[in-house]
């Protein structure tokens, strides 16, 4: 069983949609969450973490369901320059090595 | 400040040679961890260093992967010999410490491709 589970997509969506993206990691004992944004080709890059009581950053937020293990983005007002990967990554207890999801490709349509 | 950099982007070799990585960390950053991407697969945990030395090398995948960082600056990562099922993305990362509040950077990636 994977650690991290995530819907690969592809979502395709207007410019100024919300879109939301979810994801599931295994180990109930993991403790620190993240989502990574990851353009064509290019690294990894931290997009921002995931707190338990939630967690906004402009246009993103994030929420965490300890009880499901459960990890979500949640987009609002979509731009063309969100298109990318989006990885939901997890460290897990007593590590100090990210577990990464496979990613779910967004394309920002005009 | 320089972002972390890997040398080569790109290197095709063929079954049964070798090949080796190199990944420079952001300065002053303690931890660096190498992962690797194959085609289709999520990004995967290879190792990880603390200084010069090897602080979780679970994800190593055989004993033809040897990773090294001595003097605890750049490190190395070779393969010998390479097999097809090496081919995909290496990458590195680097943080200050350890711990959630300290990101991971990565590198862009070797791509390795193994004919």
């Known amino acids: 069983r994977k650690e991290v589970e995530q819907d690969p997509g592809p979502f395709n969506v207007p410019e100024g949609a919300t879109v939301a993206f979810n994801c599931t990691y295994s180990?109930?004992?993991?403790?620190?969450f993240f989502w990574y944004r990851q353009d064509c080709r290019k690294e990894p890059k931290l997009l921002m973490s995931v707190y338990s009581s939630g967690n906004e950053d402009g246009r993103f937020t994030a929420q965490l369901n300890r009880a499901s293990q459960y990890i979500s983005l949640l987009i609002r007002d979509s731009k063309l320059s969100d298109s990318a990967t989006y990885l939901c990554?997890?460290?897990?207890?007593?590590?100090?090595?990210?577990?990464f999801g496979t990613g779910t490709r967004l394309t920002v349509i005009p | 400040e320089a972002g972390v950099t890997q040398f080569p982007s790109h290197s095709v070799i063929e079954k049964g040679q070798t090949v080796t990585l190199r990944c420079d960390p952001i300065s002053g950053h303690d931890n660096l961890y190498w992962y690797r991407r194959v085609m289709g697969k999520e990004i995967k945990f290879l190792l990880h260093?603390?200084?010069?030395?090897?602080?979780?090398e679970s994800g190593m995948p055989n004993n033809r992967f040897l990773a090294e960082r001595t003097g605890g600056t750049y490190s190395t990562l070779k393969v010998q010999p390479a097999e097809l099922e090496d081919s995909g993305v290496y990458f590195c990362?680097?943080?200050?410490?350890?711990?959630?509040?300290?990101?991971?950077?990565f590198g862009p990636g070797t791509r390795l491709t193994v004919t």
């Open positions: 990362a680097s943080s200050q410490a350890i711990g959630s509040v300290y990101e991971q950077y």
């Open positions: 260093f603390v200084k010069e030395s090897k602080q979780d």
């Open positions: 180990n109930s004992a993991s403790q620190s």
């Open positions: 990554v997890v460290r897990g207890p007593g590590a100090n090595n990210l577990f």
